[in-house]
């Protein structure tokens, strides 16, 4: 069994931590006895959970990490994280032999470093996901290879080459705010129909400069036109609608859909919908 630790997000969230600096000397003051520490406590009443104060927070998260986990004999699954709250990742991984299924990166200013980026996509301890939404370092490159990551989700990827993409072995692959050509997005199909990248199921571009014809080109021999709209839920629920694709077989009979949307994203859709376990 598994706990979700989210540090800053109230996803299914029950217990919550904050800075002390924030505390109102007018409010009623309730404590607890939580890491060694009276920690001043308050029940939100709006979102129904218990939120604690503390000198510094990630101190707060660790010693309720420590609590939850110790409390209920699980290990942690999950972490959401930001630029403040970086260093939880390796925290965790530290403290468990289980190794996290999901690290979220979210930051609405700023970006992580470049070691930071290098880090997540290297060597975090993640057996499943990783969803990145947030913005590159000026100038960044990745220069490695990707390790096998089940599930990537990057809101902001106009740092990913094809170079890159050609090394991935995921199952869901979604690159939102892409600088990849129609060219390199030709190069990955053919990648693919070679047997590159053989657990694919979704692969989600979004270049705003789609042109179907080149990324198309010299593909459609083996294509049938798909005419209707098809709906696509992929391994991880991601939701895709599919509409006028075609259909193109790899030489294993494995087929997919591969679908230009209005907003210049390339959509291929690997058949048949399957649920990751």
């Known amino acids: 069994m598994n706990a979700s630790f989210s540090p800053f997000t109230d996803f299914d969230c029950v217990l919550s931590t904050s800075n002390s600096v924030h505390t109102s000397s007018a409010e009623k003051e309730e404590y607890v006895k939580l890491g060694g520490q009276q920690i001043r406590v308050k ?13 510094d927070k990630l101190t707060g998260l660790e010693a309720i990490t420590d609590y939850v986990t110790d409390l209920f004999n699980i290990d942690v699954s999950e972490v959401y994280i930001s630029k403040d709250s970086f ?9 468990q ?15 992580p470093s470049e070691d930071e980026m290098n880090y997540i996509l290297s060597n975090c301890q993640c057996s499943s996901q990783i969803l990145l939404y947030s913005d590159a370092p000026l100038n960044f490159r990745f220069s490695n290879n990707f390790r096998r990551i089940d599930c990537l989700d990057i809101s902001n990827s106009n740092w990913v080459t094809i170079d890159n993409l050609l090394s991935m072995d995921g199952i869901d692959i979604v690159l939102e705010a892409s600088s ?21 199921k979704l692969f989600s571009a979004e270049t705003g400069s789609l042109d179907y014809v080149q990324v198309l080109d010299g593909l459609l021999h083996n ?4 005419e209707n709209r098809r ?7 991601y939701r895709r609608t599919l509409s006028y694709g075609i259909d193109i077989r790899r030489a294993d009979g494995v ?3 591969v679908c230009g949307q209005a907003d210049g994203t390339l959509v291929i859709a690997v058949w048949p919908e399957t649920t990751y376990n």
């Open 43 to 55: 029940y939100h009443r709006l979102r129904k959970y218990l939120i604690t104060y503390w000198e």
């Open 87 to 95: 260093k939880m990742i390796e925290w965790v991984s530290s403290r």
């Open 97 to 111: 032999k289980t190794p996290l299924k999901k690290v979220v990166y979210m930051a609405w200013s700023g970006c």
């Open 180 to 200: 990849l050509s129609n060219s390199d997005l030709n190069v990955f199909l053919r990648h693919w129909l070679s047997g590159g990248c053989p657990r694919l």
């Open 223 to 226: 294509a049938v036109l798909v």
């Open 231 to 237: 709906n696509y839920t992929s391994p991880f629920g």
């Open 255 to 257: 087929s997919a859909t």
